[in-house]
């Protein structure tokens, strides 16, 4: 019996810290190479907008290839430095690399909305914080075209994985027609089995010309 007590214990030991390593590389480990492609996609951006490429305007959301990097999201509530590329598309290879947009919703600045989402573990990490913003914080999204501004409009909602109605032209409205330009946030929750979303909406307050708002 002892015995049997020892190597239970023994196994259970190893399993927690092989749980442990899971949950760290997770968080950590995919972290680096998200990282390290955020970093080249900020190098890309900077080398198209100060010398002009294929992306000399966005005027719609085929402007823009699958994969590729179009704009930099910045929160200032979740601190200076947090930014983070936005690429085209949210499959598993996109988001593995940091926050994608939406096919199909509209481009920052126009009327519609601007659906982004994101990973709160793996990929950067990019939206683990979500949950924590609030009415009136700021969101600034930064393209070839202008830096835009938008407030958020509530507090953070839970909605099922399958709603698919944040992502309408109207938030929560689907059929309604658009007349402002809106901005969605989308993540799982919880954290680490994604059975629900954590959604953050927000309005167009502004857009500057880009250099104004770097």
């Known amino acids: ?10 196994l259970l030991s190893t399993l927690g810290v092989v749980v442990l390593g899971f949950l760290a590389y997770m968080y950590w480990g995919t ?21 002009g490429s294929e992306l000399a305007a966005l005027t719609g959301p085929g402007d823009v290839s699958l994969g590729k990097p179009f704009a930099l999201l910045r929160i200032p509530q979740l601190g200076s430095s947090w930014q983070f590329a936005v690429v085209q598309g949210t499959g598993l290879s996109q ?6 947009h939406e096919p199909g919703t509209a481009l920052p600045g126009q009327v519609g909305n601007f659906v982004v ?3 709160r573990v793996t990929g950067g990490n990019p939206f ?25 409009t509530g507090r953070p909602r839970s909605v099922p994985a399958d709603d698919t109605a944040v992502t309408a032209p109207v938030p ?5 027609r658009a007349r402002l330009s809106m901005i969605t946030l989308i993540t799982c929750d919880p954290a680490w ?22």
């Open 1 to 10: 019996m002892r015995l049997c007590l020892r190597v239970s214990g023994e």
């Open 31 to 51: 972290a680096v190479r998200a990282s390290a492609a955020q970093q080249v996609f900020a190098r890309e951006l900077a080398s198209e907008w100060s010398g």
């Open 95 to 100: 988001l593995a690399l940091g926050p994608g």
């Open 117 to 119: 989402a994101g990973h």
């Open 128 to 152: 683990w914080r979500l949950p924590s913003l609030h009415e009136g914080s700021l969101i600034i999204v930064e393209t070839i075209n202008a830096s835009y501004e938008y407030k958020i």
């Open 172 to 176: 929560y409205h689907p059929g309604e």
């Open 193 to 214: 089995s994604g059975t629900s979303r954590v959604v953050v909406t927000g309005v167009l307050l502004r857009a500057l010309p880009r250099q104004q708002g770097s």
